[in-house]
């Protein structure tokens, strides 16, 4: 069973940069996929970025060039960095890893 616990989400300017953290459970850490997504209201849950083992990444067309993901094995966690934030990057995100979920941590982006 693999746990985990978003953090760093909060209110921001269009414009402003916020930093996730998810950290991990669990002694394999280095060997999971690790993935963010989000749900804004009224729409589906979507991928923004993942992150493999090997650390290649890729992400969703809408944030490519704003947000990048990265992880840090020593510490079994996996972060979103989200500059330039818009209004319509308002949701909840969601840490995904191996079909674990996080509880997920609101962002919301003010215009």
């Known amino acids: 069973q693999v746990q985990l616990v978003e953090s760093g989400g909060g209110l921001v300017q269009a414009g402003g940069s916020l930093r996730l953290s998810c950290a991990a459970s669990?002694?394999?850490?280095?060997?999971?996929?690790m993935g963010w997504y989000r749900q804004a209201p009224g729409k589906q849950r979507e991928l923004v970025a993942r992150?493999?083992?090997?650390?290649?990444?890729n992400y969703a067309d809408s944030v490519k060039g704003r947000f990048t993901i990265s992880r840090d094995n020593a510490k079994n966690t996996v972060y979103l960095q989200m500059n330039s934030l818009k209004p319509e990057d308002t949701a909840v995100y969601y840490c995904?890893?191996?079909?674990?979920w996080g509880q997920g941590t609101q962002v919301t982006v003010s215009s």
């Open positions: 992150i493999t083992s090997g650390a290649s990444t």
């Open positions: 995904w890893a191996e079909g674990h």
């Open positions: 669990g002694s394999m850490f280095s060997l999971y996929r």
